[in-house]
């Protein structure tokens, strides 16, 4: 689990990744916001450098049952925990693989 500032394009690059994956709720819920990230991901590129072709992105569509999710909806219950002291409850929406680096990055004090 990686929390990157800045461009994610730039971090990608650095990686020497070939593609990139994002995880969407939905298109009528991510969309808009999406379409502008994948404007930036792809002539960010071109026009900040360094001069690179874009990296392509895949989109993968959560679940209807889990529209409710959100990366807000878990940063919340991580500083609800950590102000009470406590783990936080994660895993009823964040697969238990994941769960430990989850917790840990969104406990940190911003």
């Not at 895993?91 to 989850?102: A, G, M, Q, R, Y």
Request: net charge positive; proline share 6%.
């Amino acid at each position: 689990v990686e929390v990157v500032s800045g461009y994610i394009w730039r971090f990608a690059m650095k990686e020497k990744a070939s593609i990139l994956y994002r995880g969407i709720r939905s298109w009528g819920k991510d969309g808009a916001e999406e379409r502008l990230l994948y404007i930036l991901n792809s002539y960010g590129p071109i026009l900040l450098g360094p001069l690179r072709w874009p990296i392509p992105t895949c989109y993968l569509e959560g679940k209807p049952e889990y529209l409710y999710i959100s990366s807000t909806l878990v940063r919340g219950l991580c500083q609800k925990a950590k102000e009470e002291g406590k783990e936080p409850e994660l895993s009823s929406i964040v697969p238990e693989s994941v769960h430990v680096d989850i917790s840990k990055v969104y406990s940190k004090d911003k």
